[in-house]
């Protein structure tokens, strides 16, 4: 069975400060893990994926992540936070293909609340 | 081009009746998945069609049903609604044929309350 763990129900951050979002996972085999965002009463907006290659990636709105296998961790980061990142932020994994018979079935964490305040 | 719609965007039912909701696929998706969004939870998988058929499926009983259509839009009906069944209905779309790489677009959901 494959897991997301976001320890950090809210995180607080001064507009122009870096902020970090944390994930950790668990799945068989290599993850395939993404972050979404989520504004109220909206959807959810793809904002990153890590399937192979560098560990970390670059995704919209200047956030990035960085895959750290040996820790199982997939945290979302920006160098300077804005008002306007406040938001809801989900992580979310997928198993290989290989291991679903087809599907592509993604497992959310709990998510986390971002505020950046002036 | 048009991202994911849903239908409705609210609903209230009361319990014991029976529910249908709606989604269309952004254009050029074929693979339509369901996740329900509890208050404040994550998005939990109900199931997933790919040429109309169910090809994954989540913890949820059997009250919960779907279909695709030739078009890869997609309904969820759910029977027998529980107070618990109360959420934000969420479908997502992808293009399964080239790989599990690519991401999923969410609509904007339905919100269906259970009195």
């Known amino acids: 069975a494959q897991s997301v763990a976001q320890p950090e129900d809210q995180v607080n951050v001064a507009e122009g400060n870096p902020l970090t979002v944390k994930c950790t996972y668990s799945v068989s085999g290599n993850p395939y893990l993404f972050w979404y965002v989520q504004y109220p009463n909206r959807g959810l907006q793809f904002l990153l994926k890590y399937i192979t290659g560098d560990n970390l990636v670059k995704g919209s709105y200047g956030f990035e992540a960085e895959f750290n296998k040996s820790q199982t961790s997939f945290h979302l980061k920006k160098p300077s936070a804005l008002v306007s990142d406040s938001a809801l932020y989900f992580c979310?994994?997928?198993?290989?293909?290989?291991?679903?018979?087809?599907?592509?079935?993604?497992?959310f964490g709990t998510g986390t609340q971002l505020k950046v305040e002036l | 081009d048009a991202g994911v719609t849903q239908s409705p965007t609210h609903l209230i039912k009361t319990r014991g009746q029976q529910v249908t909701l709606r989604c269309s696929p952004k254009s050029g998706h074929d693979t339509v998945s369901w996740y329900q969004q509890a208050l404040g939870q994550g998005p939990q998988f109900i199931f997933q069609?790919?040429?109309?058929?169910?090809?994954q499926r989540g913890n949820f009983p059997d009250r919960f049903s779907g279909h695709q259509f030739p078009n890869y839009s997609s309904e969820l009906n759910v029977n027998a609604l529980l107070l618990g069944d109360s959420a934000l209905y969420l479908c997502a779309s992808s293009y399964l044929p080239s790989g599990m790489l690519n991401e999923q677009f969410f609509g904007p959901g339905t919100r269906l309350t259970v009195l």
């Open positions: 979310a994994v997928r198993a290989p293909f290989i291991l679903t018979g087809g599907g592509n079935k993604l497992t």
């Open positions: 069609y790919y040429e109309e058929e169910e090809r």
